[in-house]
Structure formats: structure tokens, C-alpha cells
């Protein structure tokens, strides 16, 4: 499976658009790249996922370039309940019975 | 929306002690999946499960750990002598063939 490298954690005001970037440089041609939300206490919950270019739901975006090596979880207009820790995943396709490998994740506090 | 719950939401226990961890997964899924959360560290896999048997299972998932699905609905995870290192979150989550997972709400066991 893909190594995935992420910010430990970000801050961001209320209202702001938070952009999360995650590197995974030897990422496989059949890999999909997932986002996962987990709030305290919480188990995770799925965002979104991509293989290329962009793909926007009601929740999030998330852009990928061209070469794959990397991607961008983008959050428009954050609140305060989106203060959570994101993990991205990669691995092949939707998963199906591949089990997830989580790594350390993003923790976003927004403040007021 | 469909979700998948647990119980109990907390467990506490003595060491040595067995310990079943309930989990009721989305109605129409075929896949499912234990994971556990040390506090303070990853999301780590533990077993799949598929077609009335185990599909994979990690290092963590030893003699101690067994799961069943005892009927139409439950899915459960056994841990015949718990150990002080057993204390985590553990969430179920359950995925269709080509869907991601979805996990539920995770139930706290502390071992004392």
C-alpha cells in the first residue's frame, strides 16, 4: 500500500477555506485516494474519494494532479464542528474487503 | 441513512476476563470489518469477514480474538482473556462489494 505523508495538524478561523495536502509519491496505478473524518470519540466517517482530477461532493473537494503523487483535500467555509482529525487513504479502488490503513491524519482546529 | 451500531458504547472489565463486542452492520452489506484505536494513536485494522469466515486479519488478531456472526443481523468480537493492552476503541464498520466502509460509533473497553 501507498505511504501517505500529511500535516500533523492546521488551524483555521471559522468561515475559512482549509486546504489539506497529502503526498503519496509511489502511489499504484490502480489506487483510489480516500478521505476520512473522525471526530472525538467517534468512529471515522468517509468524505470523499478520487482517482484524478477533481471530484465535489456536498461535504468537500478533493483535487489531484496529474502524476497522482499527491492531493489536496479542500473544505470550504469550515465551522467549528468541522474541527476533526482527516486521514487520507490510498489504495485500490472502493474497498470492497481491502482493509483500511490508516496513518496519523490531519488534525484541523478551527477557532471562532 | 443506514448505520451501523454498537454496543455496548463502553465496557469496563477485569484482566483476564472475556469480553464480547456487539455490532449490528448496514442491513444490506456483505462486508465486515473490526478495527481498534488505542487512545492517542492510529485506527489499526484487525479482521475482515466475509461469506461466514474471516477474509484477513492482522498481527493484533490473535488466539485471544475471535469474531462470529451469530445470525442474520449481529457481528461480533470475542476476546477470551483480556489483557491491560486490549484497552481501545473498537469500531465495526461494513461495506457493500463496491463501496467504502461505513463504521459505527465504536465501543470503549478499558481493562483494569
Known amino acids: 500500500l501507498a505511504k501517505t505523508t500529511q500535516p500533523i495538524s492546521m488551524d483555521s478561523y471559522e468561515g475559512q477555506e482549509v486546504n489539506i495536502t497529502c503526498s503519496h509519491n509511489n502511489i499504484a496505478t490502480n489506487d483510489y485516494i480516500t478521505w476520512y473524518q473522525q471526530f472525538p470519540s467517534q468512529g471515522p466517517r468517509f468524505i470523499i474519494q478520487g482517482y484524478k482530477t477533481k471530484v465535489t461532493n456536498e461535504v468537500a473537494s478533493l483535487f489531484i494532479p496529474a502524476d497522482r503523487k499527491s492531493s489536496t483535500l479542500s473544505l470550504p467555509r469550515v465551522s467549528l464542528s468541522d474541527t476533526a482529525v482527516y486521514y487520507c487513504?490510498?489504495?485500490?479502488?472502493?474497498?470492497?474487503?481491502?482493509?483500511?490503513?490508516f496513518g496519523k491524519g490531519t488534525r484541523l482546529s478551527v477557532i471562532a | 441513512e443506514p448505520e451501523v451500531t454498537q454496543t455496548p458504547s463502553h465496557q469496563v472489565t477485569q484482566m483476564g476476563q472475556e469480553v464480547i463486542l456487539r455490532c449490528v452492520p448496514i442491513s444490506n452489506h456483505l462486508y465486515f470489518y473490526w478495527y481498534r484505536q488505542i487512545l492517542g494513536q492510529k485506527v489499526e485494522f484487525l479482521v475482515s469477514f466475509y461469506n461466514n469466515e474471516i477474509s484477513e486479519k492482522s498481527e493484533i488478531f490473535d488466539d485471544q480474538f475471535s469474531v462470529e456472526r451469530p445470525d442474520g443481523s449481529n457481528f461480533t468480537l470475542k476476546i477470551r482473556s483480556t489483557k491491560l493492552e486490549d484497552s481501545a476503541m473498537y469500531f465495526c464498520?461494513?461495506?457493500?462489494?463496491?463501496?467504502?466502509?461505513?463504521f459505527g460509533p465504536g465501543t470503549r473497553l478499558l481493562v483494569l
Open positions: 487513504l490510498v489504495g485500490p479502488g472502493m474497498s470492497g474487503n481491502t482493509p483500511l490503513v
Open positions: 464498520a461494513s461495506s457493500d462489494v463496491q463501496e467504502t466502509q461505513y
